[in-house]
């Protein structure tokens, strides 16, 4: 329907590959339970990016690593595959958006931002997790997050555990 779709109309096929889906599947909670190994066994999405992206006319990335793994992974040209990193830029940050309470009580911490989905894929828990060491070489150091958290991981509850 897509290639079809694309010749007809002489339309250009961009992919947003937002995650690398593939490995990303591997990794959700859902896709390890019984009847998600049965779906994951059903759809084999390394076989549908190796068949089908290399024919779209550009395939969007957010990061590097990612950018260079479909490099390898699907033998595309470097002008095939862009990096658009899925961070605020720094229009969002300013004094106009910012609150100044905020601002001011972690104004002498050293702090880790994040700000986005709350989930266990977002790898949430590494930073968590590596606040005790961190805070042996920062004593200041501060973990801030923004988001609204998801339901199968809760970075409030893996923190005080």
């Known amino acids: 329907m897509l290639f079809r779709s694309k010749k007809k109309f002489g339309l250009k096929l961009v992919f947003d ?25 059903l759809s084999n999405w390394e076989k549908f990016e190796r068949e089908v992206l290399p024919n779209g006319d550009l395939i969007l990335t957010v990061a590097e690593p990612l950018k260079k793994a479909y490099l390898k992974k699907l033998s595309l040209i470097e002008t095939d595959i862009i990096c658009v990193p899925n961070t605020p830029d720094a229009n969002t940050f300013n004094t106009e958006t ?37 805070k042996a070489q920062i004593p200041n150091v501060k973990f801030v997050f923004a988001g609204n958290i998801g339901k199968s991981y809760n970075p409030v509850k893996h923190a005080e555990k």
């Open 98 to 134: 910012s609150n100044p309470d905020i601002t001011e009580r972690y104004k002498d911490d050293f702090v880790i931002f994040y700000a986005g989905g709350l989930d266990s894929l977002r790898g949430i828990n590494v930073i968590i997790d590596s606040l005790k060491k961190l």
């Open 17 to 41: 590959q937002h995650e690398y889906y593939s490995d990303w599947i591997n990794k959700n909670k859902f896709m390890n339970t019984f009847s998600g190994k049965i779906v994951r066994r």
